[in-house]
Structure formats: structure tokens, C-alpha cells
């Protein structure tokens, strides 16, 4: 079992930034392929993008091509989520989740671990 918790969220206007953080406990994380899910009010649970355990592929929903980025640090056990031009539309609960396979999904089932979530608000 590998223990998540997410870090970084937080309000931020329209058009802002903000660099979600998710540190990992373990020593199997350079083997897991990552990925951050997003829960708004009233919605169910989403994808919003995944990477590859060595970081070599990474994978995004339509929804955030172009504003966020994925990357990870292996030595550090840690996923991060840099989100630039928020829109309100992206106020969420924000959780990554990690999988023991390598290669990075959009698929909830294959992820056996999560976090407990950071709430992100983005105000108009």
C-alpha cells in the first residue's frame, strides 16, 4: 500500500495559478503510474491527467490540454499538478491516485490508491 496526500490547493482567482503537490509514502513509487481526479459540486468524480512511472508519457483530459502539467519527482516520491489559467469551471476537490500499472489511464478502476483530496476554488 502506498499512503497519498495532496497538498497545495487553495482559492484563486480567474486566470490564476496554482501548483498542487501530492508526496508519497513508500518505496515502490518510481513504480507506479500517477494521476489526478477531480470531484466538483454536484458532479461525479473526473479525470484530469496521469503520468508514466519514469514520466516519459503523460496523458490529459480535453478539458485541461494546454493549461495544466503533470510532472513527477521519483526521488522526492512526489506528483505535481501545475494548473495555469484556472477557470471557474475548474473548482474542484482535487485527489491523485496512483496504479501498478506503468502506463498512465484515465481509467478510475486501475488506481488502487488515493489521497484524501485538496479543495481547489477558483473565483470569477
Known amino acids: 500500500q502506498v499512503q497519498l496526500v495532496e497538498s497545495g490547493g487553495g482559492l484563486v482567482q480567474a486566470e490564476g495559478s496554482l501548483r498542487l503537490s501530492c508526496a508519497a509514502s513508500?518505496?515502490?513509487?518510481?513504480?507506479?503510474?500517477m494521476g489526478w481526479f477531480r470531484r466538483a459540486p454536484g458532479k461525479e468524480r473526473e479525470f484530469v491527467a496521469a503520468i508514466s512511472q519514469n514520466a516519459g508519457l503523460t496523458y490529459y483530459a480535453d478539458s485541461v490540454k494546454g493549461r495544466f502539467t503533470i510532472s513527477r519527482d521519483n526521488a522526492k516520491n512526489t506528483v505535481y499538478l501545475q494548473m495555469n489559467s484556472l477557470k471557474p469551471e475548474d473548482t474542484a476537490v482535487y485527489y491523485c491516485?496512483?496504479?501498478?500499472?506503468?502506463?498512465?489511464?484515465?481509467?478510475?478502476?486501475?488506481?488502487?490508491?488515493w489521497g484524501q483530496g485538496t479543495q481547489v476554488t477558483v473565483s470569477s
Open positions: 513508500g518505496r515502490t513509487f518510481s513504480l507506479l503510474a
Open positions: 491516485a496512483a496504479t501498478p500499472y506503468g502506463l498512465p489511464s484515465k481509467e478510475q478502476m486501475l488506481y488502487n490508491n
